[in-house]
């Protein structure tokens, strides 16, 4: 069972800038792929950023050059660095990660795990 615990949200202006942490514990494994996804009040949840294992990492059009992805394979953890960030960047953020984990008995197991996610509030 791998867990995933967010922290680093808060609210923000206008401008400003934001870091979001993700933990993830447990029977982690090996993570393969490690996401950021925001949900915004009557909106579905879309794909913020997304970062391999292997550090290629990947985001939406409508954050690209405001956020930054990073992880610590050695800590198991991913941040996301938002810099001018807008209104419209206001949703909870959620940590996801994907990949496998091999017990004592050999028997491969994947997963996929969920934080419970932070908000984020961009206004004045």
């Known amino acids: 069972q791998v867990q995933l615990v967010e922290s680093g949200g808060g609210s923000v202006q206008p401008g400003g800038s934001l870091r979001l942490s993700c933990a993830a514990s447990?029977?982690?494994?090996?993570?393969?792929?490690m996401r950021w996804y925001r949900q915004a009040p009557g909106k579905e949840r879309e794909l913020v950023a997304a970062?391999?294992?292997?550090?290629?990492?990947n985001y939406a059009d409508s954050v690209k050059d405001r956020f930054s992805i990073s992880r610590d394979n050695a800590d198991n953890t991913v941040s996301l660095v938002m810099t001018s960030v807008k209104p419209e960047d206001t949703a909870v953020y959620y940590c996801?990660?994907?990949?496998?984990?091999?017990?004592?008995?050999?028997?491969?197991?994947?997963?996929?795990?969920w934080g419970q996610g932070t908000q984020v509030t961009v206004a004045w």
């Open positions: 996801n990660a994907v990949g496998s984990y091999t017990p004592s008995d050999s028997t491969p197991r994947t997963f996929t795990a």
């Open positions: 447990g029977s982690i494994g090996i993570i393969n792929l």
């Open positions: 970062a391999t294992r292997g550090g290629n990492t």
